[in-house]
């Protein structure tokens, strides 16, 4: 499985983003997709995760700006990010998900960076 992520960037405090992330086979195979970020000197953290039931869950810090989603057709999963604040400045990774007996999968991209000005 390969995950392409890509979209981030230079944007001023209150600019908008969108991240995509792209999978190399059908993305309803896999139990969970989520956007995680990881700020210099912190752990990863999960900032947005959707279930193959379209179940949606956020970090409390982005809650109301980012929405996270997924096209089936195109075998994506995106993040748009709106009024970005500095602290939301990271590296993301996109994340999938593989529950099978007695397993869990887990698989990653390869990063996009966000960098948040003010």
């Known amino acids: 499985v390969q995950l392409q992520a890509s979209g981030g960037g230079l944007v001023q405090a209150g600019g908008s983003l969108r991240l995509s992330c792209a999978a190399s086979e059908r993305i309803f195979r896999f139990s969970s997709m989520g956007w995680y970020r990881q700020a210099p000197g912190q752990q990863r953290e999960l900032v947005a995760g959707?279930?193959?039931?379209?179940?949606?869950n956020y970090a409390d810090s982005v809650k109301g700006r980012f929405t996270i989603s997924r096209d089936g057709a195109k075998n994506t999963m995106y993040l748009q990010m709106n009024s970005l604040k500095i602290e939301d400045t990271a590296v993301y990774y996109c994340?999938?998900?593989?529950?099978?007996?007695?397993?869990?999968?887990?698989?990653w991209g390869q990063g996009t960076q966000v960098t948040v000005s003010s």
């Open positions: 959707i279930t193959n039931g379209d179940y949606t």
């Open positions: 994340n999938a998900r593989r529950v099978a007996v007695g397993a869990i999968m887990d698989y």
